[in-house]
């Protein structure tokens, strides 16, 4: 008996979901919790007590809707390619994807590449996550050029990210197909 095995979006954040008019929303946030919390902004970012939604600027809403509605046809699992990986663990990430309104927090996230820098690196990232994790329907999402990959959506315009006429349209087809 075969059994389900929900398709993976390999989704970067910046430029993806997580638009250039977010940019720099974290640091209002932080301003405003720091005076809320009379404490000084120096050493601020190392804080145990951080909460993660000031560690990040905020998704796209109209990009996180579409983000639900290619979950919402597809069935697809999160695993975070984004360099926000690097601040945050696992559960942090889960619980502001669910703050941010995303209907499914990431299951999982690559592993990190040394040996290489920028597209390369998170190729190989993408590539070793699915060495110990087989998946037939998986896509990488991102605005790096991962086009390497083959099973690959870019989104080039940091503006619109995933917004961009036909890019759902595209993941979705590529999750659906083996």
């Known amino acids: 008996m075969k059994t389900f095995q929900a398709p993976i979006i390999f989704l970067d954040h ?3 979901i997580c638009l250039r008019g977010n940019w720099g929303s974290r640091f209002k946030k932080a301003q405003r919790w720091a005076k809320e919390h009379d404490i000084s902004l120096a050493g601020f970012y190392e804080r145990p007590d951080l909460p993660v939604g000031i560690l990040f600027d905020d998704f796209d809403q109209k990009a996180v809707k579409v ?3 290619i979950i919402n046809e597809t069935g697809a699992d999160i695993i ?3 360099d926000w990986r690097l601040q945050a663990d696992l559960p942090a990430l889960q619980r502001f994807y ?4 995303v209907i499914k927090g990431p299951i999982g996230m690559t592993g990190i590449c040394r040996d290489a820098q920028f597209e390369e690196a998170r190729v190989k990232e993408i590539q070793g996550w699915l060495e110990q994790s087989p998946r037939p329907n998986w896509v990488a999402v991102d605005d790096m050029d991962l086009s390497a990959l083959g099973r690959f959506v870019h989104t080039p315009r940091s503006s619109e990210g995933i917004k961009q006429s036909g890019v759902a349209e595209k993941i979705i087809r590529l999750l659906k197909e083996p």
Not at 98 to 101: C, D, I, R, S, Y
């Open 14 to 16: 910046d430029g993806v």
């Open 67 to 69: 983000l639900n509605g």
């Open 80 to 82: 975070v390619s984004s």
């Open 98 to 101: 669910l703050e941010q309104g």
